[in-house]
């Protein structure tokens, strides 16, 4: 099992940065990809990044050049680094958590509870 636990969301204007944090525990062997996700009012959970062990990232189209994802594998960390916030990026925020850095796109094994991110315009 993983247990995941995310920081760092809030409220902000839009333009603005927030950084989302995320700190597994537990079974490490399963931590090979680390990833986020996020879920808006009334819509479906998408895929925003994902990291693997060697630092390879992948990230959504709607990101692209103002999300950076991160991890500190020492610490069992993965983090969410936000830039240029628009309201459309409203949306509570998962991290998650698989074996496999395809799979973690679509089906990851393991969620966190989510942090609320609000961007004002």
């Known amino acids: 099992q993983v247990q995941l636990v995310e920081s760092g969301g809030g409220l902000v204007q839009a333009g603005g940065s927030l950084r989302l944090s995320c700190a597994a525990s537990?079974?490490?062997?399963?931590?090979?990809?680390m990833g986020w996700f996020r879920q808006a009012p009334g819509k479906e959970r998408e895929f925003v990044a994902a990291?693997?062990?060697?630092?390879?990232?992948v990230y959504a189209d709607s990101v692209k050049g103002r999300f950076t994802i991160s991890r500190d594998k020492g610490k069992n960390m993965v983090y969410l680094q936000m830039s240029s916030l628009k309201p459309e990026d409203t949306a509570v925020y998962f991290c998650?958590?698989?074996?496999?850095?395809?799979?973690?796109?679509?089906?990851?094994?393991?969620w966190g509870q989510g942090t609320q991110v609000t961007a004002s315009s």
């Open positions: 998650a958590v698989d074996e496999n850095y395809v799979q973690i796109r679509d089906r990851p094994k393991y």
């Open positions: 990291i693997n062990l060697s630092g390879s990232t």
């Open positions: 537990g079974r490490t062997a399963s931590m090979y990809a």
